[in-house]
């Protein structure tokens, strides 16, 4: 047994030994309790992880439950707030806030390429989100957040092949409510919001909830030449409206209607220089002012580098219905329909050189620059139960039509700045293979190298614009489902469940150069002969050496050149071979997944339990211009992605219930994992044969025999390491540690509430997210390592006791941690590496009332 083996062998000894002692401890805990005692909440806390309300000690499922005031006392609005919460969670943002994605135990996706779906599924109000970035605008009032670790398809549906966040908001209720918040802070922080809540009649009530925040840019621009004015990034500006209505005809019938809509017009976002390639001279020489890239690598600093705009505006918006029906059949069995329409887009912008050049770009135009969902789903629950068996069987159906607008402009600096760099990699090379001939090469006015080879003037060989497609991809999917748990005795439970999948989608892809792509159709018409004119510009004397010995050059160089320069000539937004291209792609899946429980009440205070799941996300097709050399694909398709997962687990109540410790130990072999990976030219999904993730999940809450004083804590240990296959352009991958996944996550928080006088309160919360170190980066490049950080969060407040008002100060990041959310290889400059940044330091007040 190697060292590695033995560790493993150690720790997971070591996790059973802890789960056993923990175990025996609420037992004897027990024994001590009297009937008299009064009850908590902690051992009793709801949650819907199995589609019905259950007790969360009761459900053989990881689940991290944060619960309103846990959200109230942390700041949570949005999914990326909340993984300070939830170890082995991260939430990352790349180009814009449409490009958001959550992974759990580090899987996830990434990148820019909207035919990939998410590994985790994001559920509000019952009803599944198309994508992570919904996720980012602000959540409004909830009732509770769960986030529910490993597979959960046979429940959840489509794209949780790594877990759920489920967030239910608050509904309407029978009593007048108001409520209002105000909110300042750094960085120009203002953001209001209120709530509504009344009764229409004694069977029908609403709630209507809006809010609207805005904040400077938290990043610093430097726009070179223009001409972008906004010298800072990163900043919010964005309202959001939702209203429900509840209407309950009988006792034994309810409907609640949703609708909402949010908007964000915003500028984001900006990566900083991590480190300064070769080519980083050519940009500044570029650049107005000769400092188009950061001259010292400095992350504190936060200064960014882009000529060109970053604006974006997002659109959210969707109405639901919640039918809930307890009918006279089966032992008064509940039929629920949930039935759903949404509808989002994104218009983005994008500085696609990361630099104060003006090399390439896209602007935010629609025509050019659309990412849009409209997704209709319907499902059918019937939920029943008897002595000994709680059941459950459903249908659930899908329909997407999501369209994309793709463009790339080009700048007046980009063909300089390409021929540049070119003729720096192959005029020194050229030059010493001819060196031993007595020859030498001029190196001199390197930007006029491309047009020597196109043969057409300086300046017209990229203008304008270089590529514009469209796709529309329809998405088809419809599945029957059954969950259900036997009760063999009254301490011994079985869950089987079982989803039958089919899934069928299609894409028309158009694609077209509208300049043209002038330099590269003027090479490819003779590439030999193009390149070859070139070199012989460029050997000083060529022209007086005998014809034969030039043509004996030129046969020993051009086979070699040619290629490697007609490949930068027409990169996938310049090349004439996509000009014209249609094609038209379907696939149809259809899978079975599932999963298997077992669970034991040793006591009323100790469960354990064994569970093995079948999970399952559907395969694609890639939303991007794909070539091989400079031959454009037609079969962008990328299979289904797999996940067989085991878990052994314990749930525990200690101390009449004040303490709940739970924890499992998980291992997840995955099947053609679905990796977005950014080549330097476009996001290309590839299936990655076997990735690995096994570890233990534990978590604590803890309301302490002190008044007012509540803890809670987790902690996430994950191996997750892709297996030992060789995967084309990806060298660093086989047998190492997954990107984006730490092996050790953990977090803490503390809320202490107190009374001041008789009728005042005061509020405490202070929290912390640990992270071990891991790769920012789907290559595994060194140059993208975050080192391990910590973020500390606290807030504390004061107020009445009724809750009439209450006005706390705030601070998150407190440390002002600089870390890196995604490292990237900085487009079309080899060896230069950028990264986007996760928030710094932010503090401010907020009022709240109630009435």
């Not at 180009?95 to 990939?116: E, F, M």
């Not at 039918?323 to 059949?329: A, C, G, I, Y």
């Not at 990735?691 to 803890?702: C, H, K, N, R």
Request: hydrophobic share 35%; aromatic share 10%; proline share 5%.
């Amino acid at each position: 047994m190697d060292s590695r083996q033995l560790q493993r062998s150690l720790l997971s000894h070591a996790v059973v030994v802890a789960l056993a002692a923990t175990a025996a401890t609420p037992v004897l805990a027990q024994s001590t309790t009297t009937e008299s005692e009064t009850p908590t909440t902690l051992s009793a806390i709801t949650v819907t992880a199995q589609k019905r309300e259950e007790a969360l000690q009761d459900v053989p499922i990881v689940i991290n439950v944060l619960p309103e005031q846990l959200l109230q006392d942390t700041g949570v609005r949005d999914i990326k707030d909340m993984q300070v919460l939830v170890p082995g969670l991260t939430v990352t943002s790349t180009q814009s806030a449409a490009q958001t994605t959550a992974r759990i135990r580090g899987i996830g996706t990434v990148g820019d390429n909207p035919g990939l779906e998410s590994s985790v599924g994001i559920v509000i109000d019952g009803v599944y989100r198309a994508r992570n970035s919904v996720g980012f605008g602000d959540l409004g009032e909830m009732e509770r957040i769960e986030v529910l670790k490993g597979p959960q398809g046979t429940v959840f549906g489509k794209n949780t092949s790594a877990g759920v966040i489920n967030v239910i908001t608050r509904r309407p209720s029978y009593t007048q409510a108001l409520e209002g918040e105000v909110t300042v802070g750094n960085y120009g922080m203002l953001g209001v919001s209120a709530s509504y809540n009344d009764a229409l009649s004694d069977n029908a009530a609403f709630r209507i909830f809006a809010t609207k925040r805005k904040r400077d840019g938290v990043d610093n621009v430097d726009t070179g030449g223009g001409p972008r004015q906004e010298t800072e990034d990163g900043d919010q500006n964005y309202h959001s409206l939702r209203g429900q209505l509840l209407i309950e005809p009988t006792s034994n019938l309810n409907i609640n209607f949703i609708a909402d809509y949010t908007s964000r017009e915003e500028n984001c976002c900006v990566s900083m220089t991590t480190f300064r390639g070769p080519t980083a001279p050519i940009i500044d020489a570029l650049t107005p002012g000769g400092e188009g890239i950061i001259p010292v690598v400095d992350l504190d600093r936060r200064l960014a580098y882009a000529n060109r705009t970053t604006e974006q505006d997002l659109k959210d918006k969707g109405v639901s219905a919640e039918v809930n029906w307890t009918t006279p059949w089966a032992n008064d069995a509940v039929l629920t329909s949930i039935t759903a329409f949404r509808d989002w887009e994104a218009i983005t912008s994008i500085d696609f050189d990361y630099s104060g050049a003006d090399i390439l770009y896209r602007p935010p135009n629609p025509d050019g620059s659309l990412v849009k969902f409209e997704n209709f789903s319907q499902e059918f629950r019937l939920t029943g139960a008897s002595d000994r068996l709680d059941w459950m069987v459903g249908f659930f159906y899908s329909d997407e039509d999501l369209g994309r607008n793709d463009s790339y402009f080009f700048g007046p600096a980009y063909e300089p700045y390409l021929s540049t760099a070119v003729a720096s990699q192959v005029l020194p090379a050229l030059a010493a293979q001819l060196a031993p001939l007595g020859l030498t090469v001029n190196t001199a006015n390197p930007a006029t190298f491309l047009s020597q080879v196109s043969g057409r003037p300086f300046g017209t060989n990229f203008t304008g614009q270089g590529a514009l497609d469209r796709y529309e991809q329809n998405a088809k999917s419809a599945a029957l489902f059954t969950n259900n748990t036997f009760r063999v005795t009254d301490a011994l439970d079985i869950t089987l469940g079982l989803r039958y999948t089919r899934e069928k989608k299609t894409l028309q892809s158009d694609f077209a150069n509208p300049n043209g792509a002038q330099g590269c159709a003027a090479t490819l018409a003779n590439p030999a002969a193009r390149v070859g004119g070139a070199l012989a510009q460029r050997i000083n004397g060529f022209a007086s050496l005998p014809p034969a010995l030039q043509q004996q050059l030129l046969a020993g160089l051009v086979p070699a050149i040619a290629p490697q320069v007609a490949g930068f000539m027409c990169l996938p937004w310049a090349n004439i071979a996509h000009n014209g291209r249609s094609t038209f792609q379907e696939r149809t899946e259809k899978e079975w997944s599932g999963t298997l429980k077992v669970a034991y009440d040793w006591s009323d205070d100790v469960m354990t339990y064994v569970s093995a799941s079948r999970g399952y996300k559907a395969g694609g097709f890639n939303l991007d211009r794909v070539q091989v050399g400079i031959t454009p694909v037609d079969d962008t398709a990328f299979d289904g992605e797999f996940v067989d997962s085991y878990e052994l687990g314990l749930k525990t109540s200690w101390a009449g219930g004040n303490l709940v410790f739970n924890g499992a130990l998980f291992h997840q072999t995955y099947e053609d994992f679905q990796l977005n990976s950014f080549l330097g030219t476009a996001f290309v999904v590839r299936s990655i044969p076997k990735v690995t993730s096994q570890g233990i999940d534990a978590e604590v809450l803890w309301q302490t025999r002190m008044p007012g004083l509540m803890l809670q804590g987790g902690l996430t240990y994950a191996e997750t390491e892709y297996g030992n296959d060789i995967v084309p352009d990806l060298p660093l991958l086989p047998g190492n540690q997954m990107s984006f996944a730490p092996k050790w996550s953990g977090n803490a928080s503390a809320t202490y509430s107190w009374d001041i006088g008789a009728a005042l309160q005061g509020r405490f919360n202070i929290g912390a997210k640990y992270m071990s170190e891991y790769n920012t980066g789907s290559d595994l490049k060194p140059e993208k390592m975050q080192d391990a950080y910590t973020v500390l969060n606290a807030r504390v407040g004061f107020g009445r006791q009724d809750q009439r008002w209450m006005l706390e100060f705030w601070g998150q990041n407190l440390t002002d941690e600089t870390y890196k959310q995604v490292g990237i290889d900085a487009p079309i400059q080899t060896g230069s590496f950028n990264a986007f940044l996760g928030a710094p330091r932010t503090y401010g007040m907020t009022l709240r009332m109630r009435y």
